[in-house]
Every structure is written in structure tokens, then in C-alpha cells.
């Protein structure tokens, strides 16, 4: 016998989406990215990235463009971009004064650039490219007979004040969803909002750094407790490696966070490390297809799938600085390791990777370049270090990782791997420590075709 409660209503689905530059470049990506959100009743959050190419555009100008004439044509072509989207609504006149306020925000700014830059106006200026998108985006889904409502993320996406790489406040993003957010997800509307931007508790605008569009979802997502993540971008899903490096790279239709994690953190450029955070402390599915071609399907990121294999997927991350320190005095010794993390941790220097022999340490930094440049020892730490061993530093190397599952555990792992690649010189070989990931060096010349030929013997 069973029972049903009449009055008991289970909820829909909740579903934040996000949308990056290139499905909201123009008025027809526009247009085919307001289609699917108009198509999928539980999506009711969207975050969308500026116009392709616009961020590229306003850091130029953030950086002060001494040349009145260089100014003002980087002026004229953001004034191109949303003008022409612009053109192709059906009721402009609903948007055009606010964006042409805001595009009149721009050159002021911009003329307050040439003498007195900062990271703080830097990100104002910066933080007008979704608030721009935002406004088109909003009319189109509303001319398409949707209910779309145009929201100020920075309200609720509260952070500290370092500009350019603000760290997001939780527990503050929390409440101000709570409070202003939720309230309007009972109503049978859409809120359009902005990625990548928020505020510090003065209300100064911030923004979380580049890739920031799909940490700031995730964190939306976090905040209202929605039942997925879509992020919605150029290709569709995560694939076995980057289809550039090795043309027979397989679409992935499933995959775990963990596996996840490590591709993004080891260089697939698809997915940015910080987005499934969130996402894992409330187990959130992702979901990362294509905007260009949405009847392709794409990637689930969910907590466990079915059966993962052994192998899953190759990433490739360039431009890494190995440092190696040598000293006889680290045979049998102690304390030797402990300083040398002294001396970094004092210069501010994160270490990413790390092998040991008995009389010498090798290590790659972490890259926080947001330009991607391979990063750098200090003059001052490279000295420091030098009192205590002798400093080796290399450049021009990519790191290769393999990911998978228990790669620990399955016997003859390593030596499928690196079988395979005996006319290569892998460096700094990683294995053991995790059981998701088998990575090492390569020489930048030799990387592609170490990553093709590996994809060639694992996955073909």
C-alpha cells in the first residue's frame, strides 16, 4: 500500500548557466545561446562572459593608452561590437541608453588610465564587458518571449580587495543570495547576470581573474543550492586530450570530479581548476557542451561514474619552470627540505610539483601569470638559495599528464607509458602520489608529438 500527499510539491530543477565570450560574440551567438536557455524550463540563472574579443579590448585601454588616436579607435571598435547587436534587435531603443552609458563609463575611465592606472580601475573599467553583454543578452531572450530579468551580480558575489584576483567571501555570497537572489527564483522569470565580477564589502568593484566566469557560476550554483552547473562554451565537452594535438582525441560523456580536477589542473583548458570546488562541496553535476552545436551532447562532471577506466585522458601544460637545488649536505641530513620551503614561502613562490633523490630536489612552479608566461625565481630568492645549495633553473618545458584511475594500482601502467615513448626524454617523472594522475617534462619541441604518440598507443 502507498500514499501520496496531495499537498506535497516536489520542486524543479534548478539549473545555473553560464555562457562564455565566444556564445555570446555577436547577435547570432547570442541568439543561439538565448534558444537553449528559452528551451530548458529549470534553467533560471544565467551568467554570461563579455563579448568575444571586449575584455582584450578594456585591459588595453585599463593599461592607459597614452595616444589619443590609439584610444580612441579601441573605443570605436567596442562601440562596433555592441552596436551591431544592437542593430539586430527588434526594440533597441529598450537597451541603447544603457549601453551607451556604459560605453560613455568606458572612455572615461579610460582617459582616468593614462595618468593613474591602478589594479583597482583596472577592474572597473574591465567589468564593463558583462555588464554591456548582459543588457543585450536580457532583450534578446525577452524578444523571443521569455521572461528574462537583468540582475547586478556584484550585489551577492561578495569578495576581498585584490583587484584582478579577488577570493570570493562564501558565506557572504550565501546570505546575499539568500536575501536578494532566491526571492526571485520563485517567479516565472529568468535572472541574466554577470560572470568573472563582484564587490568588496565597500561595494568597489572586483573581479576573480581570468577564467573567473565559470568559478563565479559555480559559485552562484553553491549559493542557491541548484541541482546542475551548465557552462556552455566553443567545442563540446571534454575530450580524451585537445583535439589540435591528436585529431583522433574521443569525446568523454561522462566523468568523474577527481578526474576532472586533474585535467584541469594539468593544462585542458576547457574547464578552469577553481570551477568544480564549489561544485564538489555541494555535489553538483557540470555539464559542459557547446553553445555552436548543443544536439552534439557534450561532458557530465558528476561525484562517481560507472566503471571509470584505467586510462582516461591527456593534458598538456606548457611553459613550466623546473628548479633544481643540489647539496651534498642533504645526504642524510634533515631540515634541509624545510628550509629550502622557508626561502620560497618568504618570496611568495607556490610549488606545484616535486621529486627527490638523495642529494637533490627538483620542483616546478606554479603558474599565476594570467598572461600564461612561464614563471620566474626572484633574483633575491635565487641568491638566498644559493648560500645553501647550487640553483639550477630550465625553462622551455611542458608538462605531460596522463589521467586516470587507481594508475597506482594497475600493474603495468608505467610501462605502457613509457614504453611508448623511448625516442622522448621524459624529466621529473611524478608517479605514485595520486592515483589519477602518471606526469612528466618534456622539451617544448618535443611535446606534441609526445602527446600524440601516447594518445595513439592508450586510447586508439
Given at each position: 500500500?502507498?500514499?501520496?500527499d496531495?499537498?506535497?510539491?516536489?520542486?524543479?530543477?534548478?539549473t545555473?548557466?553560464?555562457f562564455?565570450?565566444t556564445?555570446?560574440?555577436?547577435h547570432?551567438a547570442?541568439?543561439?545561446?538565448?534558444?537553449i536557455?528559452k528551451?530548458?524550463p529549470?534553467?533560471?540563472?544565467?551568467l554570461?562572459?563579455?563579448?568575444?574579443?571586449?575584455?582584450n579590448?578594456?585591459?588595453?585601454?585599463?593599461n592607459?593608452i597614452?595616444d589619443s588616436?590609439q584610444?580612441s579607435?579601441?573605443l570605436?571598435?567596442?562601440?562596433?561590437?555592441?552596436q551591431n547587436?544592437?542593430?539586430q534587435?527588434s526594440?533597441?531603443e529598450t537597451v541603447?541608453?544603457?549601453?551607451?552609458?556604459?560605453l560613455?563609463?568606458?572612455?572615461a575611465l579610460?582617459?582616468?588610465?593614462?595618468?593613474?592606472?591602478?589594479?583597482?580601475?583596472t577592474?572597473?573599467?574591465?567589468?564593463?564587458?558583462?555588464l554591456l553583454?548582459?543588457y543585450?543578452?536580457?532583450?534578446?531572450?525577452?524578444?523571443m518571449g521569455?521572461r528574462?530579468?537583468?540582475f547586478?551580480?556584484?550585489?551577492?558575489?561578495?569578495?576581498?580587495?585584490q583587484?584582478?584576483?579577488?577570493i570570493p567571501?562564501?558565506?557572504?555570497i550565501?546570505?546575499?543570495?539568500?536575501?536578494?537572489?532566491?526571492?526571485?527564483?520563485t517567479?516565472?522569470?529568468?535572472?541574466?547576470?554577470q560572470?568573472?565580477?563582484?564587490?568588496a564589502?565597500n561595494g568597489t568593484?572586483t573581479?576573480?581573474?581570468?577564467g573567473?566566469?565559470?568559478?563565479?557560476a559555480?559559485?552562484?550554483?553553491?549559493?542557491?543550492q541548484?541541482?546542475?552547473?551548465?557552462?556552455?562554451?566553443?567545442?563540446p565537452?571534454?575530450?580524451?586530450t585537445?583535439?589540435?594535438?591528436?585529431?583522433?582525441?574521443?569525446?568523454?560523456?561522462e566523468?568523474?570530479?577527481?578526474e576532472?580536477?586533474?585535467?584541469?589542473n594539468?593544462g585542458?583548458?576547457?574547464?578552469?581548476?577553481?570551477?568544480?570546488?564549489?561544485?564538489?562541496?555541494q555535489?553538483?553535476?557540470?555539464?559542459?557542451?557547446s553553445?555552436?552545436a548543443?544536439?552534439?551532447g557534450g561532458?557530465?562532471?558528476?561525484?562517481h561514474?560507472?566503471?571509470?577506466?584505467?586510462?582516461?585522458a591527456?593534458a598538456?601544460?606548457?611553459?613550466?619552470?623546473?628548479?633544481?637545488?643540489?647539496?651534498l649536505?642533504?645526504?642524510?641530513?634533515?631540515g634541509?627540505?624545510a628550509?629550502?620551503?622557508?626561502?620560497?614561502?618568504?618570496?611568495?613562490?607556490?610549488?606545484d610539483l616535486?621529486?627527490?633523490?638523495?642529494?637533490?630536489?627538483?620542483?616546478?612552479?606554479?603558474?599565476?601569470?594570467?598572461?600564461?608566461g612561464?614563471?620566474?625565481?626572484?633574483?633575491a630568492?635565487?641568491?638566498?638559495?644559493?648560500?645553501?645549495c647550487?640553483?639550477?633553473?630550465e625553462q622551455?618545458?611542458c608538462?605531460?599528464?596522463?589521467?586516470?584511475?587507481?594508475?597506482?594500482?594497475?600493474?603495468?601502467?608505467?610501462t605502457?607509458?613509457?614504453?611508448t615513448?623511448?625516442?622522448?626524454?621524459?624529466r621529473?617523472?611524478?608517479f605514485?602520489?595520486?592515483?589519477h594522475?602518471l606526469?612528466?617534462?618534456?622539451?617544448?619541441?618535443?611535446s606534441?608529438?609526445?602527446?600524440?604518440?601516447?594518445?595513439h598507443?592508450?586510447?586508439?
Amino acid at each position: 500500500m502507498s500514499f501520496v500527499d496531495n499537498n506535497f510539491t516536489v520542486p524543479p530543477p534548478l539549473t545555473v548557466a553560464k555562457f562564455g565570450g565566444t556564445s555570446v560574440a555577436d547577435h547570432a551567438a547570442m541568439s543561439r545561446s538565448a534558444s537553449i536557455i528559452k528551451e530548458n524550463p529549470s534553467a533560471k540563472v544565467v551568467l554570461i562572459s563579455a563579448c568575444s574579443g571586449v575584455t582584450n579590448l578594456l585591459v588595453e585601454l585599463a593599461n592607459g593608452i597614452a595616444d589619443s588616436e590609439q584610444r580612441s579607435q579601441r573605443l570605436q571598435q567596442l562601440q562596433t561590437i555592441h552596436q551591431n547587436i544592437l542593430s539586430q534587435l527588434s526594440n533597441p531603443e529598450t537597451v541603447s541608453g544603457d549601453i551607451q552609458r556604459l560605453l560613455n563609463d568606458v572612455a572615461a575611465l579610460a582617459t582616468q588610465a593614462v595618468h593613474n592606472p591602478s589594479a583597482q580601475l583596472t577592474d572597473q573599467l574591465v567589468s564593463h564587458g558583462e555588464l554591456l553583454s548582459t543588457y543585450l543578452f536580457a532583450q534578446i531572450l525577452n524578444e523571443m518571449g521569455a521572461r528574462a530579468l537583468r540582475f547586478d551580480i556584484r550585489s551577492v558575489m561578495k569578495t576581498d580587495s585584490q583587484f584582478g584576483k579577488a577570493i570570493p567571501d562564501t558565506d557572504a555570497i550565501r546570505q546575499q543570495a539568500e536575501s536578494q537572489l532566491n526571492p526571485l527564483l520563485t517567479n516565472d522569470q529568468i535572472i541574466v547576470s554577470q560572470g568573472f565580477i563582484g564587490s568588496a564589502d565597500n561595494g568597489t568593484t572586483t573581479t576573480l581573474g581570468r577564467g573567473g566566469s565559470d568559478y563565479s557560476a559555480a559559485l552562484i550554483a553553491e549559493a542557491i543550492q541548484a541541482d546542475n552547473l551548465e557552462i556552455w562554451t566553443d567545442v563540446p565537452g571534454m575530450y580524451s586530450t585537445d583535439p589540435r594535438l591528436a585529431a583522433t582525441a574521443q569525446p568523454i560523456k561522462e566523468i568523474s570530479f577527481c578526474e576532472a580536477s586533474e585535467m584541469a589542473n594539468f593544462g585542458a583548458k576547457i574547464l578552469h581548476p577553481s570551477t568544480l570546488v564549489p561544485a564538489i562541496r555541494q555535489q553538483i553535476p557540470v555539464f559542459i557542451g557547446s553553445s555552436k552545436a548543443p544536439e552534439q551532447g557534450g561532458t557530465w562532471i558528476r561525484e562517481h561514474v560507472e566503471q571509470p577506466p584505467k586510462f582516461r585522458a591527456l593534458a598538456l601544460r606548457c611553459n613550466q619552470t623546473m628548479v633544481t637545488l643540489t647539496s651534498l649536505n642533504m645526504f642524510h641530513a634533515y631540515g634541509f627540505l624545510a628550509e629550502v620551503f622557508r626561502i620560497l614561502a618568504k618570496y611568495k613562490i607556490s610549488i606545484d610539483l616535486i621529486t627527490t633523490s638523495e642529494v637533490s630536489v627538483s620542483l616546478t612552479l606554479d603558474q599565476t601569470d594570467t598572461g600564461g608566461g612561464a614563471p620566474t625565481l626572484p633574483v633575491a630568492a635565487i641568491e638566498e638559495l644559493n648560500q645553501l645549495c647550487r640553483v639550477d633553473v630550465e625553462q622551455d618545458l611542458c608538462l605531460v599528464a596522463l589521467i586516470g584511475n587507481k594508475l597506482g594500482e594497475a600493474p603495468g601502467a608505467a610501462t605502457q607509458v613509457f614504453g611508448t615513448l623511448e625516442q622522448y626524454s621524459p624529466r621529473m617523472i611524478c608517479f605514485g602520489a595520486s592515483t589519477h594522475n602518471l606526469c612528466f617534462l618534456v622539451k617544448t619541441n618535443e611535446s606534441r608529438e609526445a602527446v600524440k604518440t601516447l594518445h595513439h598507443a592508450l586510447f586508439e
